[in-house]
């Protein structure tokens, strides 16, 4: 057994400690808890069979290739802990190190909104209530600013400032702890400062609860009642929508309007640039390829 009963807490511990952002704990959790479930269920020698065994299962439940290659992810990492920990030999894990993902096929576009939709879903809001502009306001930050809903939860007055002449949150502290920018459109930021002035708030969270009556509390919102939020005017417009939807509008809009891509990566806080394009579903272009912009010729006649 690669983890006996009375150290699998402990060693699903260490295998979460390390990890950098609180959406990749529980990602993690879930993916370790599911497998030993299924793998105590039959108690026998972890291998890299058994491995293989696990992800045909999880192909013929339906997951994404996405989702089954982080579940594998979270093996290997609870592999090597349990490999440090002296509770698994180091064959077993080389094994499992080795254990292929699911090839990715295609691109996946996911679900994102064209400008017309966007722009109905930003208005879709009663603006005459303190629920209604707050929500505008929230609908705003995450198509304008492509936040996620757990960094616009999080967001403080304390976090708006002017850079090189224009509004932008700082250092704002995303997944994997990665530390960015971002700058907000002029429509994003006069919703903000509506609400701001009508909810008197003053310092720290911006996104506030409002309860029946049009009362405003000194209480946060959570991640999930921003996602409650999205879906109920996605609903009002015939959308089934949610957050991160809308930071995927966020980056086809800009891209679609000539936005340079590396810029879009940084605003996003990806860490690489082909998340970006895979988030934008980008395909190389054969017919208009970089290369035939660049304005350089050939002098052939000496």
């Not at 971002?182 to 409002?210: F, Q, R």
């Not at 000194?218 to 959308?239: D, S």
């Amino acid at each position: 057994m690669l983890v006996q009963a009375d150290s699998w807490e402990r060693i699903r511990g260490l295998t979460l400690q390390g990890l950098g952002s609180e959406h990749s704990r529980r990602a993690y959790a879930k993916a370790l808890d599911d497998f030993v479930s299924w793998w105590q269920s039959n108690p026998r020698p972890l291998t890299r069979e058994v491995i293989l065994v696990w992800l045909e299962l999880l192909k013929a439940r339906g997951l994404s290739s996405s989702t089954i290659n982080l579940r594998l992810s979270a093996i290997r990492k609870l592999a090597r802990e349990a490999a440090y920990s002296g509770a698994a030999p180091y064959e077993v894990v080389l094994g499992i190190e080795k254990t292929k993902g699911i090839k990715r096929l295609g691109v996946r576009l996911g679900n994102w909104l064209e400008v017309a939709q966007a722009q109905e879903l930003l208005n879709a809001p009663d603006i005459k209530t303190f629920k209604g502009i707050r929500d505008q306001m929230i609908l705003a930050l995450l198509l304008g600013a492509g936040l996620r809903r757990d960094e616009l939860s999080k967001l403080t007055l304390e976090d708006i400032q002017q850079r090189a002449g224009r509004w932008v949150i700082v250092d704002l502290k995303g997944k994997g702890g990665r530390i960015r920018t971002v700058p907000m459109p002029s429509w994003a930021k006069t919703t903000l400062d509506i609400w701001v002035e009508i909810a008197n708030i003053t310092k720290g969270l911006i996104c506030l609860e409002t309860r029946k009556g049009g009362h405003i509390t000194t209480m946060g919102m959570t991640p999930q009642a921003i996602r409650n939020v999205v879906a109920e005017y996605g609903k009002k417009i015939g959308i089934n929508i949610a957050p991160h939807d809308l930071r995927r509008t966020f980056a086809h809009l800009a891209f679609e309007h000539k936005a340079p891509l590396d810029q879009i990566q940084l605003t996003l806080g990806h860490a690489s640039i082909q998340t970006t394009e895979r988030y934008l579903g980008i395909k190389q272009n054969l017919h208009n390829a970089p290369c035939d912009k660049i304005p350089l010729e050939l002098r052939i006649d000496g």
